[in-house]
């Protein structure tokens, strides 16, 4: 669970706006670097990846190596049923 303070009540100081929290989810097997920060609400997939000083601010798919300040898919594997392969995040075949 991560907290965030709302703040969309102009009439009070962030302060005393509260607090609400939201759920975040690390798949199974799944690494995250030194000092990776996981924003509120955010899921990391199945076996990926997340490179040290990240700042992960959306989901991150199954099988995805990510980097960054905010977090960007680098690199994912397509599984066997799917190919078995990396592919860059661009999509492009590696080497082009």
């Given at each position: 669970m991560t907290h965030t303070h709302p703040f969309d009540d102009f009439s009070l100081p962030i302060a005393y706006g509260g607090r609400s929290g939201l759920s975040v989810a690390v798949g199974d097997n799944s690494v995250l670097g030194y000092n990776a920060v996981l924003m509120a609400g955010v899921n990391v997939g199945y076996r990926c990846i997340i490179g040290a000083n990240s700042v992960v601010t959306k989901d991150i798919?199954?099988?995805?190596?990510?980097?960054g300040v905010p977090a960007k898919p680098i690199k994912q594997y397509l599984p066997p049923e799917t190919g078995?392969?990396?592919k860059p995040a661009d999509g492009k075949p590696e080497g082009i």
């Amino acid at each position: 669970m991560t907290h965030t303070h709302p703040f969309d009540d102009f009439s009070l100081p962030i302060a005393y706006g509260g607090r609400s929290g939201l759920s975040v989810a690390v798949g199974d097997n799944s690494v995250l670097g030194y000092n990776a920060v996981l924003m509120a609400g955010v899921n990391v997939g199945y076996r990926c990846i997340i490179g040290a000083n990240s700042v992960v601010t959306k989901d991150i798919p199954d099988y995805t190596v990510a980097g960054g300040v905010p977090a960007k898919p680098i690199k994912q594997y397509l599984p066997p049923e799917t190919g078995d392969i990396w592919k860059p995040a661009d999509g492009k075949p590696e080497g082009i």
